[in-house]
């Protein structure tokens, strides 16, 4: 099978790095961070050291996308590592479970903030997601130029109007604090129910991986194009959450159900809450597209193995006959 054109440079591999990354989690997961810890600063801090944990992460990947920079990602550095029977399970999960879920809990939250617009029924909102789906599955289809832009436009307004909404939360008036101790006590079980929540977020990094095979110059871009993603999105988190704090009290925050649009309301007032359901919308749709964009990377990569080596179509059938048998430890060149 022919290897996929190297059409993304730098700038869309950063793209769909931040694209991805930043969904809705910025928006509603800072109430469950405030409801187990106690203090501004220990917020900022969780915040700030899942970043730098996702960071480290990145810059792994970024070293086995510049040793192997074939399309598939992860798929191929598990074959790699571990032979054709974990790169095999790990593909599945992904094409079976894991991209088509998250793809549908984002299309979902798509249709949830569309109704701020347009009045819909449930079966209206399943139409509008199912609909967003199938338009961005076609641009996509067409090529990854396509693809690739429509990430650019989606990512970019993204951060425009994220940045917009922490800009004008810090320069808002700010919320009267008073000298009251906090409702319960940092503990352990609550810095780490705060990181999990933290790395949620931050959650989406590796799908850059998966395209390392269409990528210029990939032992320099993808490296770069994951560290510069990851720090953009650390920035930006850390800038909503001192932005968030600066008009919330963190029990405030603790007790909101959508944090992002009270800011806003509060921030830029009535028209608050229809701005940030624009911003969720752009969010949306640009994680959505990224991940349809490199999401048919792994089938490709299989795809690809199986073609190329027949040692390795042998044991993908032999795995689909004996289900969870143990395999011999691959070896070999071809892997």
């Not at 399970?89 to 949830?112: D, E, H, K, N, Y």
């Amino acid at each position: 099978m022919d290897a996929l054109p190297r059409k993304l440079g730098l700038l869309d591999a950063t793209l769909i790095v931040i694209g991805i990354v930043i969904g809705s989690g910025i928006f509603l997961l800072p109430n469950l961070i405030a409801r187990n810890l106690p203090s501004a600063f220990a917020i900022i801090a969780v915040w700030v050291a899942a970043g730098v944990l996702s960071f480290f992460g990145a810059l792994a990947y970024a070293e086995l996308g510049a040793m192997m920079p074939a399309t598939g990602g992860q798929y191929v550095y598990l074959r790699e590592a571990y032979g054709p029977a974990c790169a095999f399970l790990c593909g599945w999960v992904f094409v079976l479970a894991v991209l088509p879920g998250g793809i549908a809990f984002l299309a979902t939250g798509f249709s949830i903030y569309l109704a701020h617009f347009i009045p819909l029924s449930p079966v209206m909102r399943s139409a509008a997601a199912l609909a967003l789906v199938f338009v961005l599955s076609a641009a996509n289809y067409v090529g990854v130029k396509e693809g690739a832009w429509i990430q650019r436009i989606f990512t970019f307004l993204k951060i425009a109007g994220l940045a917009l909404v922490i800009a004008a939360a810090a320069v808002a008036p700010h919320v009267a604090r008073a000298n009251t101790p906090p409702a319960h006590p940092l503990s352990y079980a609550g810095i780490g129910f705060a990181m999990t929540a933290c790395l949620m977020a931050y959650n989406g990094w590796s799908y850059v991986s998966f395209v390392a095979g269409e990528i210029r110059d990939p032992q320099r871009n993808l490296p770069l194009s994951l560290a510069l993603g990851m720090v953009a999105v650390m920035v930006l988190y850390v800038s909503a959450n001192i932005a968030y704090m600066n008009v919330m009290t963190v029990s405030e925050i603790a007790a909101a159900e959508r944090v992002g649009a009270d800011v806003a309301a509060r921030a830029i007032g009535p028209i608050g809450a229809t701005v940030l359901s624009a911003v969720v919308l752009l969010s949306v749709i640009g994680a959505i597209n990224g991940c349809i964009l490199t999401a048919a990377r792994i089938p490709f990569a299989q795809a690809a193995t199986a073609s190329s080596s027949p040692r390795s179509a042998a044991c993908i059938r032999v795995f689909e006959r004996r289900h969870w048998q143990s395999w011999p430890r691959a070896s070999g060149p071809e892997y």
